[in-house]
């Protein structure tokens, strides 16, 4: 093997998602819009509270995480009073519509519209009493672990 | 860099394929450029993004990213993969004769 030999490109992901704070969905989602991007099969897969990013009711509602978020630099206590979460979440979605970075149901569409696969994890499902209607049109399917591990096949996977 | 011949014309590229020099460009390159990205057939929604890459180049000195390319060109994003399947503003941006677009969304 010589020392110019190049890695063999990616060319399949699998993203999961599996947190519902503003910055444990925003991620996920750059990753999988940036993997087609690039031409990369890809598919995202919801579980856990990041099922709130595919929700109906919930995917326009996504706030900042202001408690145990020590990178936001804010006191715990500051954190916890009521209206924080919200004022910083609005502060966070104005400075990304100022850099043109899409609400997250209007991302999750787009990335839906690139071709991306879309799935909701059946355990998560069935642990928050939710169902197929429960969620966006975008999602394909509620499938178990290992059903995703067969899309998943011959491709890298990403936890998030 | 390497320099190849694209339709008869010497050019330079980088490594991925992209020119060094998008003023080396003609849109006569623009097929032979296509097939080796897999496009058999320019079409003229092809051509519509193609030629909204070289202005917006013209313009920005940057190519614009699939959501600029979704917002401003009028193709959708759907239709956007339908042309360039293995990925539009890099896929356009190689036909075009602009560098990579940078841009993470």
Redesign the interface.
Known sequence: MSDTAKPDPITKVSIIISKGSLEGIYPGL?MA??A????MEANLFFTFFGLDAIHKARHDHIKLATVGNPGLHLATIAGGIPGVSTAMTHYMNHKMEQL???SIPEFVE?IA???AGMYACKASVDLFGLEKNDFIEQVQDIITVGEFYEIAAGGQIIFT | MTSTTVAGVTVDRNDEGFFTDPDQWTEAMAPELARAEGIDEMTDDHWRVVRFMRTEYAQKGTGP????L?KTSGV???EL?QLF???????AAKIAGIPKPRG??
Do not use: H, Q
């Open positions: 750059i819009n940036g087609r991007a690039e031409g043109d970075i899409p787009m519209d690139t071709g | 990213t699939v959501r600029v979704g959708s994003i759907k993969y399947p293995k990925g539009p503003a890099k896929v993470c969304i």
